[in-house]
Nanobody
Framework: QVQLVESGGGLVQPGGSLRLSCSASGFFLDIYAVGWFRQVPGKEREGVSCISSNDGSTYYADSVKGRFTISRDNGKNTVYLQMDSLKPEDTAVYSC??????????????????WGQGAQVIVSS
């Protein structure tokens, strides 16, 4: 059964850090580009970051550049999103997704094949 599972969400104070994990089962994540997306009620899902399958190239939305870091551990079939200097406006449900793509990555959500169920991140004092 093909599955992506996010973990690591929770409540954190402004300025704090969280690390989200996206673990795959039923397929090998190393041939997939992986993206992280977030959504708040009433707004469209936003592409936050992505990482390619072949050379580890990355993309970050301007809103998170310099604060978030995406990485992958193919041996663990897992992709991470390290989130530092968190702000209240980072509060959202974060989802990971996998796209079978030979090179590069995109945050075009329509291009992704598999999605996780999402993890809630709340940034509040």
């Amino acid at each position: 059964q093909v599955q992506l599972v996010e973990s690591g969400g929770g409540l954190v104070q402004p300025g704090g850090s969280l690390r989200l994990s996206c673990s795959a089962s039923g397929f090998f994540l190393d041939i997939y580009a992986v993206g992280w997306f977030r959504q708040v009620p009433g707004k469209e899902r936003e592409g936050v970051s992505c990482i390619s399958s072949n050379d580890g190239s990355t993309y970050y939305a301007d809103s998170v550049k310099g604060r978030f870091t995406i990485s992958r551990d193919n041996g663990k079939n897992t992709v991470y999103l390290q989130m530092d200097s968190l702000k209240p406006e980072d509060t959202a449900v974060y989802s990971c997704a996998a796209q079978h793509l030979r090179a590069g990555c995109t945050v075009n959500k329509k291009a992704y094949d598999y999605w996780g169920q999402g993890a809630q991140v709340i940034v509040s004092s």
